[in-house]
């Protein structure tokens, strides 16, 4: 029995995976708890020489008994194919389990419909909400998200940038970030970028900011009014411009409420 690890921020259901090996065919039955009901689902995997066999367009257009062409149209939707073909197709996807190279139609294809999109760390929960809704939205508009932290280090953001290159991204959307000026000179000039929580006015990027000043101000004015007299600002490294604002805005509202040390 594997459990799945999943971040139940993003994810409303528990998903446990069994596998059962069966010589050449592992079958799957996944656990799904959806409000006070468990559902059973069914999958299967072929096997090759003890590992997961990769099942090509080919074997499907075999097993469908349509030629290759037909089958590349039925999923893709580029063309009118007969109801009773395409349910023949699809028959034949769902019993092989077909999954298409997605990194192959990449190559061929000018646009991924994927946004790659950077954070420091997946795991704090600042971050959690806005990317739930951002995929949401991008999904609305029929495109991936492709989601990587850089772990609060700047080799590391670069290094993921680079593989937000490599994996040919129709754009990149990048929460922070820091020591990478040169390398978003060289990404603004492939693809479309937009800066969370920071700007960069010499490279003209598209940036998006967070308000700290009224929201800091409202924040230390009620706690003034309830009698307060000593707040201490935690927050993290202040290698982010966004949390060197925050903490300036802290001190101009701590000044204005008469807190002057």
């Known amino acids: 029995i594997l ?13 446990v995976v069994l596998t059962i090996e069966q010589l050449n065919f592992i079958l799957i039955v996944k656990l799904e708890k ?13 096997m090759e020489d003890g590992k997961p066999k990769k099942i090509t367009i080919r074997e499907v257009a075999n097993l469908s008994g349509v030629a290759i062409g037909t089958v590349s149209h039925v999923m893709n939707g580029t063309a009118a194919i007969s109801e009773l073909t395409s349910q023949k197709v699809w028959d034949a996807v769902e019993e092989l ?35 739930s809704i951002f995929i949401g939205c991008a999904a609305t508009e029929g495109y991936k998200v492709l989601l990587l932290d850089y772990q609060n280090n700047s080799k590391k953001e670069l290094e993921e940038l680079q593989q937000m290159v490599d994996q040919k991204v ?22 479309p970028v937009i800066l969370i929580g920071r700007e960069e006015p010499l490279l003209q990027i598209p940036s998006i900011r967070f308000e700290h000043k009224d929201v800091m101000e409202q924040l230390i ?3 003034h009014c309830m009698g307060y007299q000593k707040i201490a600002f935690l927050t993290e490294s202040l290698q982010f411009q966004d949390l060197k604002d925050r903490y300036h805005c802290f001190l101009e509202a701590m000044y204005h409420c008469g807190h002057h040390h």
């Open 3 to 15: 459990p799945v690890l999943l971040n139940n921020t993003f994810y409303k259901e528990v998903l």
């Open 34 to 46: 959806k409000g006070s009901k468990i559902e059973f689902k069914e999958e299967g995997v072929y």
């Open 97 to 131: 389990q077909y999954t298409p190279n997605y990194i192959a139609q990449l190559l061929r294809k000018k646009h991924s419909k994927i946004i790659g999109c950077l954070v420091p760390e997946l795991n704090n929960p600042f971050y959690s909400g806005i990317l």
């Open 170 to 191: 129709d754009a990149v959307v990048l929460f922070h970030g820091f020591d990478d000026v040169e390398m978003l000179k060289k990404l603004k000039e492939q693809i």
């Open 221 to 223: 004015r009620q706690l």
